[in-house]
């Protein structure tokens, strides 16, 4: 059985008005078992939450960080913490 859990992560760079948070449910949802919703941050960041397998989170974490997204990603800060639970399937908020 594979461990639940949360990942916390916020993008940095030219990640606002390029689409970032509709390919990031996209990817989310290709990627299966997810949910949770990436949110734009008033610094220009984007954050994202994301619960489930581990193994589904550290996909999309690869994505964040890899060059295949929309914008320019300069960075991410990631936490991994325990689910929370609450969330209706991958939302944009």
């Known amino acids: 059985m594979s461990e639940d859990v949360r ?5 940095r760079g030219r990640v606002q008005g390029v ?3 509709w390919f990031t449910r996209a990817k989310a949802l290709e990627i299966g078992g997810l ?3 990436a949110l734009n941050v008033d610094d220009g960041r984007v ?4 619960e489930g397998p581990k193994e589904a989170c550290q996909k999309l974490l690869d994505w964040l960080k890899g060059g295949d ?3 320019r990603v300069e960075g991410v800060t990631e936490i991994w913490d325990t ?9 944009i908020r």
């Open 7 to 11: 990942l916390v992560a916020w993008v």
């Open 47 to 50: 954050q994202v939450v994301a």
């Open 35 to 37: 949910s949770g919703f």
């Open 69 to 71: 997204t929309p914008g």
């Open 19 to 21: 689409g970032f948070r």
């Open 83 to 91: 689910p929370r639970g609450g969330y209706d399937g991958f939302a």
